[in-house]
């Protein structure tokens, strides 16, 4: 009877799992657009800091889509974040002969007192990574430097 009632939970564990969604929906000026923070889902090293020339601004992409996005001359401000992914969480990028190139979506948490509506909607910049030379980039000024892994 115990090996029956593990199995059951087993199985109900292994469908919610399953059946769970790995995006978020985002209504951006554009439209409607789905994004993933997961990292399950992303399976890219993507999570840290990206620095301009070594310094800031600073992009930072920490866990659970949580972050901070700093623009030129700038205070760094809190902000959250995904990558494109199309309606069942496949990221959606394009590959290049050396790069691969994604669209980073990103929204202000917090507002500051100068800021417009604007300001505060859903942003794209884009994101690539550069196989050649073991470098992301956002914007193309931001980078980080990754190592490629065996199983990706």
Same mark, same amino acid.
């Given at each position: 009877m115990k090996v029956k009632n593990l199995l059951y939970v087993a199985l109900l564990l292994l469908s919610l799992n399953c059946f769970s969604q790995n995006w978020d929906k985002i209504e951006a000026k554009d439209g409607i657009h789905y994004?993933?923070? $997961? @990292? *399950?889902? #992303?399976?890219? =090293?993507?999570?840290g800091k990206y620095l301009f020339? /070594? *310094? !800031?601004?600073?992009?930072?992409?920490? !866990? $659970? %889509? @949580? /972050?901070?996005?700093?623009?030129?001359? *700038?205070?760094? &401000?809190? @902000? #959250?974040? %995904?990558?494109?992914? =199309?309606d069942r969480g496949a990221l959606i990028y394009k590959? /290049?002969? =050396?790069?691969?190139s994604y669209t980073l979506w990103y929204q202000y948490t917090t507002k500051?007192? =100068?800021?417009?509506?604007?300001? @505060?909607?859903w942003k794209?910049?884009?994101f690539t990574m550069h196989f050649n030379t073991l470098k992301m980039f956002? *914007? /193309? !000024? &931001?980078?980080k430097d990754y190592k490629e892994t065996a199983s990706k």
């Open positions: 994004i993933s923070h $997961y @990292m *399950q889902n #992303i399976n890219l =090293d993507i999570l020339k /070594g *310094q !800031e601004p600073v992009v930072e992409l920490n !866990e $659970y %889509g @949580m /972050g901070f996005y700093q623009l030129h001359e *700038q205070p760094k &401000r809190p @902000m #959250i974040w %995904g990558l494109e992914c =199309d590959k /290049g002969f =050396d790069n691969a500051l007192e =100068d800021d417009t509506e604007d300001d @505060m909607n794209a910049v884009e956002i *914007q /193309g !000024e &931001r980078s």
